[in-house]
């Protein structure tokens, strides 16, 4: 299966309206509001790569009020994802997520992805091709948790240069 995120900066307050939108377009999974450097974060997902470039093309861009978008494309043979789709739902309810996205030194993904996958907050990574080395999502009880995790976790693991994190928005969002 094809997997792309696609990180979106808009026009303020205009969340809600987009992420309606975006809840219409099919490869769309999931969506979220965020706090950081962009303000909606989109997971895309169809075992037709090019409905992805499409929905992306001629969907997520074409929506009024975004500024500009960034494509993230997941290299599907190094991912993990640790739990069901109902465990994610409980845990998405009653705790704070962030995604975060790393930068590595070249080559290093494989042996940085088997170190996230020790981080028992860590639910999900996906190595990328692009900008971004990794991206992964946290799930803990509070925004000073997901923190500590950074630092004290991630930041830690050898051949991780930088990070960028974005914190979800809880009550703004969608998974199907």
């Not at 080395?133 to 509070?142: G, L, R, Y």
Request: proline share 1%.
């Amino acid at each position: 299966m094809s997997k792309a995120y696609v990180l979106i900066a808009n026009e303020s307050g205009t969340e809600d309206s987009i992420i309606s939108n975006l809840n219409k377009i099919e490869s769309v999974n999931e969506a979220h509001g965020t706090f950081g450097s962009y303000d909606i974060l989109t997971k895309l997902e169809s075992y037709d790569e090019g409905k992805i470039h499409h929905d992306i093309s001629n969907g997520i861009r074409k929506i009024q009020k975004i500024r500009s978008t960034l494509t993230l494309w997941v290299n599907e043979k190094q991912s993990f994802d640790k739990v069901n789709k109902i465990e994610k739902e409980v845990l998405e309810k009653y705790m704070v997520q962030a995604f975060v996205m790393i930068r590595c030194n070249r080559s290093y993904e494989e042996s940085i992805l088997q170190e996230l996958k020790k981080i028992t907050e860590l639910v999900e990574a996906d190595s990328l091709i692009g900008s971004f080395e990794i991206i992964c999502k946290i799930v803990a009880p509070t925004y000073n948790d997901i923190s500590d995790i950074i630092s004290k976790k991630i930041r830690k693991i050898q051949n991780i240069k930088s990070t960028i994190t974005l914190n979800v928005v809880g009550n703004q969002g969608f998974n199907k």
